[in-house]
């Protein structure tokens, strides 16, 4: 059964802590994203990575960064919590683009609380 | 950029009846695809549809497309209380990046 996990359901931080958001993949997927799903704004990409030690800007990357040293595992990095990036983070990946093989699977998502 | 809106953003039906939603979005894709979400969890892929399809069934799923448009909609047939979940459209470019973009879902309930 093809797994997306992410380090933690519920995480509640303090405004200026340094946040990690860890998610790993099983499937050998190239692609790996992290969105960040806020009610009424849907989902939004922050940051995409096609291959290992690349990564690609998304729609929302202000105050975050991203790693990807390993194929497996893509992480998203808070490097200064702020209270208005209180949300749900969902990780997810993909095969290398083309045709059916874009399908993006997903972990059970982060929600992260920041105080 | 968030490029599909859905219509409507929340439907509520009685079990045994069919849910239509849409799905608008603005640039030539190269496939649409329907994900579901259960509250509070990820969300799973449903159905996958080209731009040179017209129509897709999976199961109790009808999913239709049309390109000149811009405009997808799914049908779920005969629902069932466990169908009550988040529907999100999400489109790939014509140059199929991999990337994906999602509209803001659709809220279902079907009540038993």
């Known amino acids: 059964d093809v797994k997306v996990t992410q380090s933690s359901r519920y995480l509640v931080k303090r405004t200026g802590e340094k946040v990690f958001l860890e998610c790993v993949q099983d499937?050998?997927?190239?692609?790996m994203f992290w969105y960040r799903q806020d009610p009424g704004l849907g989902l939004r990409l922050i940051y995409f990575?096609?291959?290992?030690?690349?990564?690609e800007k998304g729609d929302i990357p202000e105050g975050y960064s991203v790693s990807r040293e390993k194929k497996e595992r893509f992480s998203l990095i808070l490097e200064s919590a702020s209270t208005n990036q209180t949300s749900m983070y969902l990780c997810?990946?993909?095969?290398?683009?083309?045709?059916?093989?874009?399908?993006?699977?997903f972990g059970p998502g982060t929600r992260l609380t920041v105080l | 950029s968030q490029q599909g809106e859905e219509d409507p953003q929340a439907l509520s039906i009685q079990e045994g009846e069919n849910a239509t939603m849409n799905c608008s979005y603005k640039?030539?894709?190269?496939?649409l695809q329907w994900y579901r979400q259960n509250s509070g969890r990820g969300l799973v892929h449903l159905i996958l549809?080209?731009?040179?399809?017209r129509e897709k069934h999976s199961g109790r799923l009808r999913v239709t497309l049309d390109t000149s448009k811009k405009s997808s909609s799914l049908l779920i047939t005969a629902s069932r209380a466990a169908d009550t979940a988040s529907y999100f459209c999400?489109?790939?470019?014509?140059?199929?990046?991999?990337?994906?973009?999602f509209g803001q879902g659709t809220t279902l309930q079907v009540k038993p």
């Open positions: 997810a990946s993909s095969s290398l683009g083309g045709g059916d093989y874009n399908e993006q699977f």
């Open positions: 499937m050998d997927h190239e692609n």
């Open positions: 990575s096609y291959d290992v030690k690349m990564k």
């Open positions: 640039t030539s894709i190269n496939n």
């Open positions: 549809i080209r731009s040179n399809e």
């Open positions: 999400a489109t790939a470019g014509s140059s199929n990046t991999g990337k994906l973009i």
